[in-house]
């Protein structure tokens, strides 16, 4: 009589600076499919979980923005190799998570929206920027420069596509991110995660926290070494309001909720809206 | 005790060159039905491999596939398709990377160290850059026209594309890949005299899976060239190469509906003023004229240094070039490599015995040239004016010409005092002078405290006789759509 | 030196002016010189050479607070025979300790040729009092140093005080006696390559043998790009007074292929005159394992292992 093999299954944890480790805080919770059958237990992150993934986002910050922007492209194309490659796994994590018969078309739209964001790396200067014809013997030019770390809510339902379309425009430009996975469908956001990791992408840029938003989201929202907060993912609006207040504390760029067709394609304004503009003076004579 | 480079050669057995090739039709190696003509190694004087002439039947076939492949599946595809055919492209560009650039020694006479470091990364570049636009092209253009369709931009068909001799496979990524990008097919002719990194090029369009017809390679010479210009099945028209013939196709296309962009020759100035970093100055000078032996369009070929330091700057210069090792393309401490063809070290010799007809000082640096191949030492020309030949003409080959001048106003219009237009160089610590003098040159690319930098993202053309249009950057996908 | 040199230093005013008159660094285009240099591929016959030269301008260093004679002995023994299992290997330039070692290693290296340098001047930082920097000079000569390694008044120099930098080299230069001076610019905490020149003008002009890139104990420290335009200094300095003054980068400098391309900055910048211990040397002290394990493999034909090196 034969047996069935038993099948190994995976741990499924934060990642915060290019590593894999579990909740400081020791906790998990159960992360069922869209049929409500048990898929995993997830880490249910802490705010010092938050802190340190904070604190990777920001030192990883002047290696990344610093990198030419070919290279920033060259690592993002190299990423979405590593997500094609994947496409089965992320077929079925979609399919378990999301339920539906979209996964393939999905899993698709999400390695294509990545190739799409990332050839705006070194395009993105030559929308967005450019030389001003000013009125006196200066040469004036305008350049988009990344505004740091920015803290990202992710979609609640769209587990894979929608995450890759908030978590791509944020780093294509050198800014780095602290990213709240979506609560009930993390899954596919920790498979992600693991192709960041075999990817060229230095650590810290991403970093991934899966747990429940209204316990993680207000301390990232308050953080005063956060410049920008993205709170696509967040469905309550009271919460929402209550993060933009916080995060009103140290002038942080804010991005309100919003629910788009994912698989549109975006504008540029995901990218723009976590861009500074420096404009940079000088006379012209001999 | 002197420090003796040993030999350090790059192995040639990387290469697998063929005796003959046919032409790249429609996705296949196809015989074609010109004549026959040879490549040679520059360095060594020996036969590569034979190519074919392409001739009027060889030219109405590679237009009538590119056409059908516009007409069918490349044309209907939607740019994020094409995006990733290009990506393709880029990724085995630099996973044969090697290769590629042992080919294009062999075949052009250019050092290893830069086809390996600067050409074939460039090649790669250029395909990742242009493939991240295939599928923006709504952003690239400044506004859709009126009336025309969402999005705004369409291609405009077949391009004809005609490439010269001197960085032959990153000429052909400067054409192919924003003509793809923006949806349209090509028909190319790579240069008589280097051929094969093009044939090795269509090998990599198989193993991208291309669709067959939206690239067409077919070898041949100045015949060739006109036949594809001139055809009737070609919407699109771009050149590199010289002024003189640059006139003949804008002669060619006139009263037609060809769009054309020409990108010609130069006599670029490069300044050098007192207050310059004299050593970085140096550098910027020699590899101003002699990088790539000095066949650059862009070449900085007439220094113009402020007279105060004029002695000083030749003679860190002299001592520079001294420095310089001409020989073996494929020795990795080359620094000079051949000249690409008999032909062009005749003409290098015979501008070179003008200018010391004309009266200028020669000076070459002092070291010893191969016997046989074809060679031509690093030289320059003191006392010479506006009014020399040598001032004037592209010469096209590792030769200085040097004047000088004395006040800012006088630079520029020394500069100036040219039918070229394409490039100039800026030497000085003052941020307000680069600025002042960058905008009163007529001049496409002024490159300050550097010289000789290319990046896909940059745009590059000239003003004047030096031609018309731009490649790279946003602005170099204007040339291939119809907007 | 040449009767308008000479003025430069009377005043505070005229070293500035001369100073902040000499030709400005681009550094994007001394880093990319640099680099350049760094594609030479130095192979089979040129390798090995290059290999023993540089061998033989090790400055072989240890500069810990825990040295003691035991290891200033095993330094010193390493330094006049790298290899025991090849006596043909040559040996280093020098041993190079602090001041409190000098004894113990003049014993160690007597009669090899291997010569005895000494940090001093409250080496690393140089923040005493002069007296007590000059009687720092004195004991290491004193206790018989063939070499004294200085370091410049950094403060000073980043506050504008030219002359008082000059005025202790010179100071130093005088404490010397017979031994020859090199003089530590400390170009990390220099920052720009605008001020490496500079400093290495105002040491050369106030008679230093050597300049010298690093402590050690500051990072960055020896880099390609920083050497070069301390090199393209002494030549200029040659080519005005005709005196000739070395170089020496220190630190950071681990592998052979680093050392390699250091010799080829030296052979394409200031010439073969440069190229010997005299005028040239390697301030390291790992580097030297790498080059004997190298000058192994290229003798054998076969990778080596640390197994096969001595640690001291």
Redesign the interface.
């Known amino acids: 009589m034969t047996t069935d093999r038993i099948g190994v299954r995976k741990t499924y944890k934060l990642f915060i600076g290019g590593a894999f480790p579990r909740s400081e805080s020791g906790r998990s919770y159960p992360v069922r499919s869209a049929s409500g059958e048990f898929l995993a237990n997830a880490a249910l992150a802490s705010r010092k979980d938050v802190r340190d993934a904070v604190r990777a986002a920001r030192a990883a910050v002047p290696k990344w923005s610093a990198a030419t922007?070919?290279n920033r492209?060259?690592i993002l194309?190299r990423i979405a190799e590593m997500l094609e490659g994947r496409r089965a796994q992320f077929v079925d994590e979609v399919a378990l998570s999301e339920g539906g018969s979209d996964a393939a078309r999905t899993v698709d739209a999400a390695v294509?929206r990545w190739?799409?964001y990332?050839?705006?790396?070194?395009?993105i200067a030559?929308?967005y920027g450019g030389a001003n014809p000013v009125a006196g013997?200066y040469?004036n030019v305008s350049t988009p420069e990344p505004c740091g770390v920015v803290g990202i809510v992710s979609p609640q339902a769209s587990s894979l596509l929608g995450l890759v379309s908030v978590v791509a425009p944020a780093i294509v430009s050198g800014t780095t991110a602290v990213v709240l996975a979506s609560e009930d469908r993390p899954l596919p956001a920790i498979t992600l995660a693991e192709v960041l990791a075999t990817s060229d992408l230095p650590g810290g840029v991403v970093n991934l926290l899966t747990g429940r938003v209204a316990e993680t989201a207000p301390w990232l929202a308050a953080h005063m070494d956060v410049n920008a907060l993205d709170l696509t993912g967040v469905t309550d609006a009271g919460l929402a309001t209550e993060l933009e207040r916080a995060a009103a504390e140290n002038l942080k760029r804010v991005l309100r909720p919003v629910q788009p067709d994912w698989f549109a394609?975006p504008a540029?304004d995901r990218m723009t809206a976590l861009l500074e503009t420096k404009t940079v003076w000088?006379?012209?004579?001999? | 005790m002197a420090f003796e480079y040993a030999p350090a050669p790059e192995s040639r057995s990387i290469v697998d060159i063929r005796p003959s090739y046919g032409l790249f039709i429609g996705g296949e190696l196809v015989s074609g039905s010109g004549g026959r003509i040879k490549t040679v190694n520059p360095a060594t004087e020996e036969v590569l491999a034979e190519v074919v002439e392409a001739d009027a039947s060889d030219v109405d076939a590679a237009v009538a596939a590119a056409r059908a492949a516009f007409d069918g599946a490349w044309g209907r595809m939607p740019g994020?398709e094409r995006?990733?055919y290009l990506?393709r492209i880029a990724r085995i560009v630099q996973e044969r990377a090697r290769e590629l650039a042992v080919l294009e020694s062999i075949d052009n006479g250019k050092p290893i160290r830069e086809s390996r470091d600067v050409d074939i990364p460039l090649v790669a570049?250029h395909f990742?850059?242009y493939?991240?636009?295939?599928?923006?092209l709504r952003?690239a253009v400044a506004g859709p026209r009126p009336g025309s369709q969402p999005g705004g931009t369409r291609p405009l068909g077949v391009a004809g594309q005609v490439i010269p001799w001197n960085f032959p496979l990153l000429m052909l990524a400067w054409k192919i890949a924003p003509a793809l990008a923006c949806g349209n097919t090509v028909v190319l002719k790579p240069a008589e005299t280097t051929p094969l990194s093009a044939l090795a090029f269509a090998e990599i369009c198989q193993q991208a899976s291309l669709p067959p017809g939206v690239v067409n390679i077919i070898t041949g010479a100045g015949e060739t060239g006109r036949l594809l210009v001139e055809h009737p099945g070609v919407d699109k028209v771009a050149f590199t190469g010289s002024t003189e013939v640059g006139r003949l196709i804008a002669r060619a296309v006139a009263g037609t509906r060809k769009r054309v962009t020409l990108e010609l020759g130069g006599k670029a100035a490069n300044i050098v003023f007192e207050d310059a970093p004299i050593d970085q100055a140096v550098e910027g000078i020699v590899n101003g004229i002699f990088f790539n032996q000095g066949h650059v369009c862009c070449a900085g070929s007439r220094l113009l240094v402020q007279e105060s330091i004029a002695d000083e700057l030749l003679e860190a210069l002299k001592r520079r070039m001294a420095l310089l090792r001409v020989g073996d393309p494929l020795d990795k401490n080359t620094d000079v490599g051949a000249i690409n063809s008999a032909a062009q070290l005749a003409r290098i010799r015979e501008l070179s015995a003008v200018g010391e007809a004309e009266g200028a000082s020669r000076w070459s640096a002092p070291c010893v040239l191969p016997e046989r191949g074809y060679w031509f030492a690093p030289t320059l020309f003191t006392g010479v004016s506006q009014a020399h030949r040598i001032a004037r003409e592209e010469i096209f080959g590792p030769v200085l010409s040097v004047l000088t001048f004395r006040t800012?106003?006088e630079a520029v219009e020394k500069a100036n005092n040219t039918p070229y237009g394409l490039s100039a160089g800026v030497w000085t610590e003052k941020?307000?002078?680069i600025?002042?003098?960058a905008?009163q040159l007529r001049a496409g690319v002024v490159w300050a405290n550097t010289f000789n930098r290319f990046d896909?993202?940059s745009p590059f053309g000239g003003y004047k006789e030096s031609g018309y249009g731009r490649e790279g950057?946003?602005h170099g996908l204007e040339a291939y759509l119809d907007h | 030196m040449t009767a308008t040199l000479a003025e430069v230093a009377r005043s505070e005013a005229a070293l500035r002016a001369f100073l902040h008159g000499l030709p400005g660094v681009d550094q994007v285009g001394a880093e990319q010189r640099a680099a350049m240099l760094g594609t030479r591929s130095i192979k089979t016959t040129a390798k090995q050479w290059a290999i023993d030269l540089a061998i033989r301008m090790v400055d072989l260093t240890t500069l810990e607070g825990a040295d003691t004679p035991g290891k200033v002995r095993a330094l010193s023994a390493k330094a006049r025979r790298p290899d025991p299992a090849d006596l043909s290997c040559p040996s280093v330039a020098a041993v190079c300790v602090y001041p409190s070692m000098v004894s113990t290693a003049v014993d160690a290296v007597s009669g090899s040729g291997v010569r005895v340098a000494s940090v001093a001047t409250a080496f690393p930082s140089g923040q005493a009092p002069l007296p007590v920097k000059l009687a720092d000079v004195g004991a290491a000569v004193r206790d018989g140093a063939d070499e004294i390694d200085m370091v410049i008044n950094r403060g000073a120099f980043l506050s504008g005080r030219y002359l008082e930098v000059y005025d202790e080299i010179v100071a130093v230069r005088g404490a010397c006696g017979g031994a020859h001076l090199k003089v530590i610019l400390e170009t990390g905490e220099l920052a720009t390559y605008d001020n490496v020149r500079r400093a290495s003008w105002l040491a050369m002009l106030a008679g230093a043998d050597f300049i010298k890139t690093s402590t050690g104990k500051v990072q960055p420290a020896a880099t390609p790009p920083v050497t070069l335009v301390m090199l393209e200094a002494v030549r200029d300095f040659q080519a005005a007074t005709g005196r000739q003054v070395g170089v020496k980068p220190a630190g950071g400098i681990r592998t052979s292929k680093d050392a390699i391309k250091y010799l080829v900055l030296v052979n394409e910048t200031v010439g073969e005159e440069w190229l010997t211990p005299d005028r040239f040397r390697l301030g390291a002290s790992t580097l030297l394992n790498d080059l004997l394990m190298q000058r192994t493999r290229m003798a054998t034909g076969r990778y080596s292992g640390p197994d096969y090196f001595t640690l001291d």
């Open positions: 922007p070919y492209g060259q194309y294509d190739v799409w990332a050839g705006w790396a070194d395009k030559q929308v013997p040469f394609e540029i000088h006379p012209k004579g001999v | 994020r995006a990733k990506y570049a990742f850059y493939a991240g636009w295939a599928d923006k952003y800012p106003a941020g307000s002078r600025l002042a003098i905008d896909p993202a950057g946003r």
